[in-house]
């Protein structure tokens, strides 16, 4: 099955700086790669995701970008701001015949912007 | 407020008890799904359903059981045969098209057995 690295488990910014999160894939038939962002004790909403048929996707401060050939994808936060702070989770998914898609997670990284 | 409720918000359990999690969705979607969430693992997926009477095991579905009889609502119920439950419980809906889309979260649950 699928499996997802990403890294780092932590991280601490400075307000204003940049943040970078890494994640890499396993199996190649991964099509579809969405980021989550997860409040203290909420749900996971999704930020961006981005196909397996476009090289990067952006909006407005987030952008993501897919290297397929290296079965790694990262998301990238310019000008952060303390409402950044969170968990964030990538996630690789291959479409389930019928419908539908199996979303394997990364195990998250813990953003801090720090004022 | 995403169209996909859970309940209860916190559930005490038991050991040797079994427990049902509620997931309800009003956004016509054909697939639904549940994931488990521990600290720093990330979420693992239980079990998911594409249609109504169907579903499949996901990576950690021992211990676990599911119904989907209606479009609606896919409760799971977590058995005595799951050894460590407490955690946090996610129920998502998707579509269901060909093309992967975004699967849209509930509130959650959070389980603790006592």
């Known amino acids: 099955g699928e499996n997802v690295e990403q890294h780092p488990s932590t991280l601490s910014v400075q307000e204003g700086d940049s943040a970078v999160i890494k994640c890499t894939y396993s199996d190649s038939a991964s099509n579809y790669f969405p980021w989550y962002k997860q409040e203290l004790g909420k749900r996971p909403q999704l930020i961006i995701d981005i196909r397996s048929n476009v090289g990067e996707k952006k909006d407005q401060r987030i952008a993501v970008t897919l290297n397929k050939t290296a079965k790694h994808f990262s998301l990238h936060i310019t000008e952060t701001q303390p409402e950044d702070s969170a968990v964030y989770f990538c996630a690789a998914s291959n479409r389930v015949t019928g419908g539908g898609n199996k979303l394997t997670f990364g195990t998250g990284t813990q953003l801090k912007v720090e004022l | 407020d995403g169209g996909i409720t859970q309940s209860p918000k916190y559930l005490f359990r038991k050991e040797g008890q079994n427990v049902t999690l509620s997931c309800e969705q009003n956004?016509?979607?054909?697939?639904m799904y549940w994931y488990r969430q521990d600290p720093g693992q990330g979420l693992r997926l239980i079990y998911y359903s594409q249609i109504v009477n169907d579903f499949q095991k996901g990576d950690i579905a021992e211990g676990y059981s599911v119904s989907r009889e209606k479009k609606e609502s896919f409760p799971l119920t977590v058995t005595s045969a799951q050894k460590n439950p407490t955690a946090f419980y996610l129920c998502?809906?998707?579509?269901?098209?060909?093309?992967?889309?975004?699967?849209?979260f509930g509130p959650g649950t959070r389980l603790t057995v006592l």
């Open positions: 998502a809906s998707t579509p269901g098209r060909k093309t992967p889309n975004e699967q849209f």
């Open positions: 956004l016509n979607h054909d697939a």
